[in-house]
């Protein structure tokens, strides 16, 4: 990598992009351009497309997104489509605009089927019924994936998509009705040893599996996917298929889960599943052998990972609460 590039980080302040901005720091980066919100709404085409007149960028990171659980998925479709379609569109053809030849896109593991086939392969994208709780959000993502695919073939762009798995650590939503499980379950089970409670109550029977991948360890496949020559990246995609699942290939029961956060929070009590609560999708793993062929595979496990994300969560409590 070149430290002259101008490398801007779309959404450098949340989760995701936090973790990009610290690995291409870390990977020698000496030129990383960041905008908040107070100095560039992603939402005004004429706004994006001034900045990146205004500035000297190689390559662009899009980890900008609406993102929230199920509960904000299900009771704001309208601005989760909406505003992850804008989004997504200003920045991707502002960037051709301005010449930028590299783009990252960063898409969601819910674009795949409701039912696809576990673990589940890129091809799988458009081959059935989505799952309708976040219908709108992965419909946007599809959009951006095909909009990089239709800037490469008409224009030779070189923007690629990377679909991540559900990730989770520093810089999480812990918010106690729009975070994601492992977040709230962390801040569950917290409360529950401040308080002394004896027991914590988990929706569902605990039987579903889901796989989870550190923020960190996304950061750097991120990195490591953009670093790769267009003859290797294409070699192992397709113009119209050209998206890259990111995981670890490996996933755990919610009960899994439950206990392990128990350990990680120091919580003793009893664990209670309530069955009356829906399970979701039985399974949701994604098939990372692509990646594996490209040269990267994950390497923070899942304990691991929990702690450096509750580590994060005590240091940061009141902001993190929400």
């Not at 973790?19 to 085409?45: F, H, M, P, W």
Request: charged content about 20%; some cysteine.
């Amino acid at each position: 990598m070149s430290t002259g590039q101008g490398i801007f980080v779309a959404g450098h302040r949340g989760m995701v992009g936090s973790a990009i901005v610290r690995q291409l720091e870390q990977s020698g980066a000496g030129n990383i351009i960041t905008a908040g919100r107070e100095e560039l709404d992603l939402l005004d085409q004429a706004a994006v497309q001034s900045f990146f007149a205004s500035r000297a960028i190689d390559q662009v990171y899009l980890a900008a997104a609406r993102v929230g659980g199920i509960h904000a998925n299900n009771t704001y479709p309208a601005e989760f489509i909406y505003q992850n379609l804008i989004i997504e569109a200003n920045v991707i053809h502002a960037a051709h605009v301005a010449g930028v030849e590299k783009l990252l896109f960063l898409g969601s593991s819910c674009i795949y089927p409701k039912l696809a086939e576990q673990p589940m392969r890129e091809d799988a994208l458009l081959t059935g019924p989505l799952e309708p709780t976040n219908e709108p959000y992965a419909i946007a993502k599809i959009a951006g994936i095909k909009l990089c695919e239709s800037y490469n073939r008409q224009y030779g762009r070189d923007y690629r998509s990377v679909m991540p798995t559900n990730l989770y650590g520093p810089g999480d939503n812990f918010h106690p009705e729009n975070s994601h499980v492992i977040p709230a379950l962390l801040r569950r089970f917290h409360e529950a040893v401040q308080r002394g409670d004896e027991e914590v109550v988990i929706w569902g029977s605990g039987n579903p599996m889901r796989e989870f991948l550190h923020v960190d360890d996304m950061a750097a496949a991120c990195v490591h996917v953009m670093g790769l020559s267009p003859e290797v990246y294409s070699a192992h995609t397709q113009p119209m298929l050209s998206h890259i699942n990111v995981g670890t290939g490996v996933d755990c029961t919610i009960r899994e889960l439950a206990e392990t956060v128990a350990r990680v929070t120091g919580f003793t009590g009893r664990l209670e599943f309530d069955t009356s609560k829906p399970d979701g999708t039985p399974r949701k793993l994604l098939d990372v052998s692509r990646l594996k062929a490209l040269g990267w595979e994950a390497r923070i496990g899942l304990e691991e990972g929990l702690r450096d994300a509750y580590r994060w969560y005590l240091e940061h409590i009141d902001e993190a609460r929400g």
